[in-house]
C-alpha cells in the first residue's frame, strides 16, 4: 500500500516562510508525476505546483517566485518551500502523487493534509 504523509504546517505571520514535506512509502514501481495542492476554507482545491519524473517543475502563477518544488536524490520525499507568505495561501495542503505499483497498475494516492495559517 503506497502512503504520503505531509509535515511542516503550522502558523505563519504574513512574509514569514514554511517547508512542507511529503514522505512517500510503498509498492512503488515508479512515479510519474507529484503533486501539491491545496484547499482553502470555502473553496475547491486547487493545484500549487508539479514536478515529473524527469524533474521537470510546474508553478501556478499565484506562487511563482514564492514556491518552490523539490525532492530527495532517492525520491522518497518531495517538499514544497514557501517563502513570502501571504493570508491568501492559508490553506489545507495536500501531496499527490500519480503513479504505477510494482504490478504496474497505475494509481493516484493523496495524503492526509497539513494546515498551513498565514496571519496578517
Known amino acids: 500500500q503506497v502512503q504520503l504523509v505531509e509535515s511542516g504546517g503550522g502558523l505563519v505571520q504574513a512574509g514569514g516562510s514554511l517547508r512542507l514535506s511529503c514522505a512517500v512509502s510503498?509498492?512503488?514501481?515508479?512515479?510519474?508525476?507529484m503533486g501539491w495542492y491545496r484547499q482553502a476554507p470555502g473553496k475547491q482545491r486547487e493545484l500549487v505546483a508539479t514536478?515529473?519524473?524527469?524533474?521537470?517543475?510546474y508553478h501556478t502563477d499565484s506562487v511563482k517566485g514564492r514556491f518552490t518544488i523539490s525532492r530527495n536524490n532517492a525520491r522518497t520525499m518531495v517538499n514544497l518551500q514557501m517563502n513570502s507568505l501571504k493570508p491568501s495561501d492559508t490553506a489545507v495542503y495536500y501531496c499527490?502523487?500519480?503513479?504505477?505499483?510494482?504490478?504496474?497498475?497505475?494509481?493516484?494516492?493523496w495524503g492526509q493534509g497539513t494546515l498551513v495559517t498565514v496571519s496578517s
Open positions: 499527490n502523487a500519480d503513479y504505477y505499483s510494482d504490478s504496474y497498475n497505475r494509481a493516484e494516492v
Open positions: 510503498g509498492n512503488i514501481f515508479s512515479i510519474n508525476l
Open positions: 514536478m515529473t519524473a524527469g524533474g521537470n517543475t
